[in-house]
């Protein structure tokens, strides 16, 4: 059982640091800390909550991870390139501090100094996924590549335990390969549970049972198993639900994970002091992460962002160092010193990603002289030229709005959807459209409305997403009409009070009424569209 204290100081602590506008993890960390300081102990209940949360943490990053974003040169490159670098760099970094006579370095050797060079080189996957979360940017480049950039490291740490624990997988851990036709059956089992209880335990299967215990079982890391487990589906359009279902889950078994990291051990001064002085090194490992990734044709912005998500210390840290520690090779203090200083990192690292816009507004003068002069091509602006209408989402409604404008007004149209299965008709139909992500930030901040566009609709599915892009819109200071659909007559308000000109409930309008009243009331207000 886990002790009632725990949960009460738990909630306190994330309920203090959310009222103070810092990420609750902060606080579930602070808590574990005082616990410590009290006499608790880390408790077997609270290892496997916390083993729990982190299994789960990786099978929803599965489900959302596109295998394609792995073979990616600025991600497995850019993970490479760092890993290597960082080892070498940190390593180098704490035998300047050992001329400096300090006890905990003073008698280490190359082997441990590299061996601690490369368990600081990871980053956080649960911080970071936490933060990007947090921030709805998990889909956008630079949250893919930061988080694919942490599974390659995931990668890295797996063969590492593999190769030190002097055990290779079974003989049976070939037979894992039966997992990728097997996939069909997942996926079709996951059209059929639904979308109440039966799915949230579907999932808890698939991760715990089909991913961790099925790879555990024949030698291979169980969070590895999860999070392949949920790459697997990942394609599948149930995934998002099946991530939502098991969202609060997660986020409850997480909260273990903090807490246990701060009832690892109760530090001394000398333990302190050399985690402030990791803590200082941090700076060292997030520059070559921005120059590494610059070098893969990353704008500014993308490579600042993806930067300050990843430049933390990683729970992959203490694994290593525990490892090391069993064979001899490094003092148990240093797993209270790495202990640290991933706390220290997540603190430090929390309001410079709450802040990472105007960071880097700061910076993007300054670092401009770092970009490369071609650019990856997502990572490219996007102007928009002899548009005279822009129809954001191509569902039905979208596409019977995108017909009617240009059959029925002779307007230039632009339409633009994240599925590319929308997006093909269309393009069969030699009409004017293009791929994006009207939720994703990146899309916005590349994006160069001309003046030619006089009438934008708002014809995404989800609430959350015309709610974004309309505040992208206002913030650009768009001087054009706009027009937006709800699925809900209660997301009517919402939309009219954040600016929208025109807003249309689904039930009550079909795709050629709707463009036909957003015409309508553009002439209404003096903005009448004139074809070119």
């Not at 002091?273 to 610059?294: D, E, Q």
């Amino acid at each position: 059982m886990i002790d009632p204290l725990m949960i009460v100081l738990a909630f306190a602590a994330g309920l203090g640091a959310h009222l103070l506008r810092l990420p609750p993890l902060l606080g579930f960390l602070a808590a574990g800390f005082a616990l410590n300081a009290m006499g608790f102990e880390r408790t077997p209940a609270l290892d496997t909550m916390a083993n729990l949360g982190v299994t789960l943490l990786l099978f929803t990053i599965g489900l959302k991870l596109d295998i394609r974003t792995l073979m990616r040169g600025e991600v497995w490159g850019s993970a490479t390139l760092h890993i290597v670098g960082s080892s070498l760099l940190l390593a180098a970094a704490l035998f300047v501090l050992k001329s400096f006579g300090l006890a905990l370095v003073a008698d280490l050797g190359w082997t441990a100094l590299l061996l601690l060079g490369f368990a600081l080189s990871f980053s956080s996957t649960v911080f970071a996924v936490k933060v990007l979360e947090e921030r709805s940017e998990l889909g956008s480049l630079y949250g893919r590549i930061a988080i694919g950039i942490l599974v390659m490291q995931d990668v890295f740490a797996v063969l590492f335990l593999t190769v030190t624990s002097g055990k290779l997988p079974s003989v049976w851990a070939v037979g894992l390969l039966l997992l990728w036709p097997a996939a069909k059956l997942m996926r079709a089992l996951l059209d059929r549970v639904g979308h109440g209880d039966l799915q949230v335990l579907y999932g808890a299967f698939l991760a715990l049972v089909v991913g961790y215990s099925l790879f555990e079982a024949v030698g291979v890391k169980g969070d590895l198993g999860a999070l392949i487990v949920g790459m697997m589906l990942a394609s599948h359009p149930a995934t998002a639900g099946l991530a939502k279902s098991l969202f609060h889950m997660k986020e409850l078994f997480l909260v273990g994970f903090f807490l246990s990291v701060g009832l690892g051990a109760l530090p001394n001064l000398e333990m302190v002091v050399m985690a402030a002085l990791l803590l200082l090194l941090l700076p060292l490992k997030s520059a070559l992460y921005y120059g590494v990734l610059m070098r893969f044709g990353l704008r500014t912005r993308t490579g600042v962002l993806s930067t300050l998500s990843l430049s933390n210390y990683s729970e992959f840290g203490l694994i290593v160092a525990a490892v090391a520690s069993a064979a001899g090779w490094l003092s148990a203090e240093w797993m209270v010193v790495i202990s640290l200083a991933l706390a220290g990192s997540f603190v430090l690292a929390a309001p410079l990603n709450a802040a990472g816009e105007r960071l880097y507004a700061r910076l993007k003068r300054p670092l401009a002289a770092l970009e490369a002069r071609t650019l990856l091509p997502e990572d490219r602006p996007i102007a928009i030229e002899q548009v005279d209408a822009v129809v954001l989402g191509l569902g039905q409604i979208g596409s019977g709005a995108y017909v009617r404008l240009v059959e029925g007004y002779g307007l230039r149209v632009l339409g633009v959807d994240n599925n590319v299965d929308k997006l093909a008709p269309h393009r069969a139909a030699q009409r004017h459209v293009m791929e994006g992500d009207a939720v994703d930030s990146d899309f916005w901040n590349k994006l160069v409305l001309s003046d030619s566009v006089q009438l934008v609709l708002l014809a995404m599915p989800g609430h959350a997403g015309n709610v974004h892009a309309l505040q992208q819109l206002r913030n650009r200071a768009f001087a054009g009409h706009i027009a937006a659909i709800v699925n809900y007559p209660d997301e009517v308000a919402v939309l009219r009070d954040l600016g929208a000109d025109e807003v249309f409930h689904i039930y009550d309008e079909a795709g050629t009424a709707f463009a036909d009243d957003a015409v309508a009331g553009a002439a209404r207000l003096g903005k009448a569209l004139r074809p070119a």
